[in-house]
């Protein structure tokens, strides 16, 4: 009898704790950058290429998820499969910068304590966002650039390449096509006429896991022939990257220098914080009204502790992915 008892009163918390696990609106949003991409423009072969590296790296993250990891490993293992990928501007695949070589960024935020890490500049870490993470848990500073960030990859032992390893044909032409149109022209028309493979394919995820918890990482080679040392949004608190358990997490692409300038990721959080608007609302607020007011290109994703998922970009397409426990989703333009 007591026996009995016992496997029924561990049969009924074993439902409980699995209701209220269900309960939780485990979610994944992820992008592979924005801009005038054009369906005429990509076959249809690449076209399906890009949406199945998509499915992958978001499946993967969601499957972390279901498991009951955290949102932490999530957005991390998607951003990996990403940056290992040539199709996007993060790691392989990365562009090239004016002198032909690959200067990388990424950062990375965790919504419960608005814990984060960043580095810029990097040449040798070939997954940029595992640095970011390791900034952030593993040493105590938020934000590491250049050869102090690499002195740290190597202690904490992550993978190193030869920048050679980020090359790729695609990019070397486009650094050839970008360096021609600097010649004859401003940054804002080189801007114009090289739009779809100059600078496309940024990288990030947010995630949202069973305990609650968002966060949000970005991952990015930066612009073709950008020189100077120029660093962009995408490795800056606030800017590219943003999680905060109370209001959202956001992940961006795209003009880096108008997103540093409007504190994109972090302004939509606050207008959802302090104003009580959607996610949707906010980032739409943003990037449509705010940025594209100053022809500042790009796009966000958004996630907010419901599991609400919001895309918004004031270019013709972002590649981008979610999935959550009702829908999944895949799409270009
Ligand atoms: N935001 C990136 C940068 O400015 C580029 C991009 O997302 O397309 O470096």
């Given amino acids: 009898m007591f026996r009995i008892s016992l496997a029924l009163i561990s049969l009924l918390l074993w439902s409980l704790s699995s209701s209220a696990a269900d309960k939780n609106n485990i979610a994944i949003v992820i992008h592979g950058g924005a801009g005038n991409i054009k369906a005429a423009q990509l076959s249809p072969e690449q076209e399906a290429a890009y949406k199945k590296k998509l499915q992958e790296a978001r499946d993967k993250g969601y499957a972390i998820l279901a498991k009951g990891g955290t949102s932490m490993d999530a957005v991390v293992a998607a951003i990996t499969i990403l940056e290992d990928s040539p199709l996007f501007n993060a790691g392989k695949g990365a562009v090239y910068n004016f002198d032909g070589q690959h200067d990388l960024d990424a950062s990375i935020m965790e919504g419960k304590n608005l814990q984060a890490g960043a580095i810029a500049g ?47 044909e695609k990019r070397f032409k486009s650094l050839q096509k970008a360096k021609q149109s600097l010649l004859k022209t401003s940054w804002n028309q080189t801007d114009k006429d090289l739009e779809i493979d100059y600078k496309m394919g940024t990288v990030g995820a947010v995630a949202l896991d069973q305990h609650g918890n968002i966060a949000a990482g970005t991952s990015t080679g930066g612009r073709t022939a950008k020189r100077y040392g120029r660093i962009g949004d995408s490795p800056v608190i606030g800017a590219g990257t943003w999680a905060d358990n109370r209001s959202c997490g956001v992940s961006a692409t795209g003009h880096g220098e108008f997103f540093i300038r409007f504190n994109v990721a972090a302004d939509i959080c606050a207008r959802v914080k302090y104003r009580g608007l959607s996610i949707q609302t906010a980032a739409d607020q943003v990037i449509n009204q705010e940025l594209a007011n100053i022809q500042g290109s790009g796009g966000v994703i958004v996630l907010d502790k419901q599991g609400n998922i919001a895309y918004s970009f004031n270019t013709k397409g972002m590649y981008r992915a979610y999935k959550n426990n009702k829908n999944s989703h895949v799409a270009i333009y």
Avoid: C, D, W
């Avoid at 990097?122 to 650039?145: G, W």
């Fill in 122 to 168: 990097v040449q040798t870490v070939k997954n940029p966002i595992l640095l970011a993470r390791a900034v952030m848990e593993k040493s105590e500073h938020v934000f590491l650039a250049g050869r102090g960030a690499e002195t740290f990859a190597k202690q904490q032992q992550l993978a190193l390449v030869e920048n050679r390893y980020f090359n790729t």
